[in-house]
Every structure is written in C-alpha cells, then in structure tokens.
C-alpha cells in the first residue's frame, strides 16, 4: 500500500512539475506575443481587455480566432467584425507558429489570470496627472544612455532618434519609425505605450530587452519625456542627417589635407637625397 502511494505521489509530483513548467511557457509567451495589444484586468489597448474573455465567448470560438483571426473575420462572424470595428480596422496578426493546443493553454492562462484580484498582465497604469520636468529630465537621460538601464538594457538612443540627444541626432535602425519623436501620438497616450514599453513588440527589441526589461520608474520616466516630445518636439531627423553629412565632408577635407602633409613630408624624407645625388 506504502509502495502504491510513494508512485501515486511521484506521478502527481512530476505532473505538477510539468504543469508548472507550462505555466511558466504560456506566461512568457502570452508576455512576447499578446501583451502590446491586451491587458488582463487594464483595460483596453489596441485589442480588448481579456479579462473573462471565456465568459463572454466559448472556448471553441476563442481557439479558432486565435489561431486565425483574418479568417474569421473574413468569414463575416459577428463578433469578429465587432472587435475588427473596436480595434479602428487593426486586424489581430496571426501569431507565428501558434495552433489549438497554444490557444488553449493561452485561453488556461487567462482564465487563472482573470480570476485573480490583480493579474500580472493588468499593464502599468499610469495616472493623468501632468509630468514634472523632472520626469521628462529623467526620461530623457534614460533615453541617451545618461542614465543606465538597471536590467542592463542598451539606451533607446542606440537605434533611436528624439529631440534633444545631441546634434548628430541618434541610431537609424529603421529609416521610418526610428524616430520616436511622435511615438506617443502613433500608440494613443500613456497606456498603450507604457504596455508597449512593457513588453515591446518587434523581434529586435524582443531578443534585446528579453533578460533586460524595463522597470516600472523607468517606463514612467520615458512616457513623460515621449508626451513631452510629441507636445513640444520637431521631429529631428532631417537636420541630423545634414549635420552628419556636413561632419563627413568637413572630415574628409581635413584627411586629404593630412594626407598632402604627409605625401610632401614623405617626398622630403625618402625621394630628395635621391633628386639631389642625381644632380650631381
């Protein structure tokens, strides 16, 4: 009887093990791939909140929109079209790789998450309270790399193009969004781009900020500087990228004169001895 119960004990030990693992999958996977678009308990972003997302559809229905929302949406559901109307026209991506046995541990998940008082997904709230300067200061620093990342994450400023970092402007890694000077405007206020910031969207940003995300105070700081920025900023790409062409022609106009010193300097050296023993 002992014996039957240490391997009942063992079995039910190493199921909750794997259903811990799970557990854990399905949240940093709900983390990288929902969480820009939805909140469990925060409110609406560019998708619903999810919060009792299984109360108000059933499971069945809720998988095969997961699994391809262009479907049915394009079937002309209902429902589907009324989240499509919701979301300004934005259709839910297909998320790459994601089949019925993904969607149900995602719809498992909201479920626990949705049950809870507070879901670890609810997003930042951030209040409507006008930001000191401080704040933008602050966000600013962040934002150039003045103040260093406490997980360790690389400046914004190393892709990323603002008002106010400096004359040669920042990085171009994308020659359309990477200026942010208007980023608050294109992601609709504070809390879609706190969310955002949260948990970023894009591949790169997801690779870079995986082990190193952003602390609360830190996305506090950087929406305060990017409201500010979108208020009062000019969009500073163009008249950095003439600086850094101005920069460029005035370098190589000072090489080529260090260039002719050195060529004149070299003929002196090595070739006049030569010049002179032939005139002798």
């Known amino acids: 009887m002992s014996l039957r119960l240490s391997r009942l004990t ?10 811990s693992v799970q557990a854990q999958e399905t949240a940093a996977y ?59 026209g934005v259709v839910m991506p297909t998320i790459a790789g ?9 719809l498992d998940l909201i479920e626990a998450e949705s049950a809870l008082e507070e879901s ?6 951030i209040s409507n309270e006008p930001f000191t300067q401080k704040d933008i200061d602050t966000g600013l620093a962040i934002f150039t790399g003045r103040q260093s990342l406490k997980n360790g994450g690389p400046a914004c400023f190393s892709c990323h193009n603002a008002p106010g970092v400096g004359v040669l402007g920042g990085g171009r890694l994308d020659p359309v969004k990477a200026d942010l000077t208007k980023v608050y405007e294109r992601l609709q206020g504070r809390t879609v781009l706190s969310t955002w910031l949260m948990s970023p969207a894009t591949p790169t940003m997801q690779s870079i900020f995986k082990n190193a995300s952003l602390e609360k ?3 506090y700081s950087l929406v305060a ?31 080529l004169v260090l260039f002719d010193v050195i060529w004149n ?10 010049v002179d023993s032939e005139k002798l």
Request: include cysteine; hydrophobic fraction near 45%; charge should be neutral.
């Open 10 to 19: 063992l079995v039910l030990g190493v199921l909750l093990a794997c259903a």
């Open 30 to 88: 709900f983390k990288q791939n929902c969480m820009s678009c939805h909140t469990i308990g925060g409110g609406k972003l560019t998708g619903p909140d999810l919060k009792g997302v299984t109360e108000r559809k059933d499971r069945e229905w809720l998988t095969s929109f997961i699994v391809n929302p262009k479907a049915k949406v394009d079937s002309g559901d209902a429902y589907a079209l009324q989240l499509l109307d919701e979301a300004r």
């Open 98 to 106: 994601i089949d019925a046995e993904q969607a149900g541990f995602l």
């Open 120 to 125: 670890q997904f609810k997003g930042i709230q």
């Open 217 to 219: 105070d830190e996305i």
């Open 225 to 255: 500087y990017f409201e500010n920025s979108a208020q009062h900023g000019e969009v500073g790409q163009a008249s950095a990228q003439l600086t850094f062409a101005l920069f460029g022609i005035v370098g190589a106009a000072l090489a």
């Open 265 to 274: 300097g070299r003929f002196v050296a090595v070739r006049r001895p030569l």
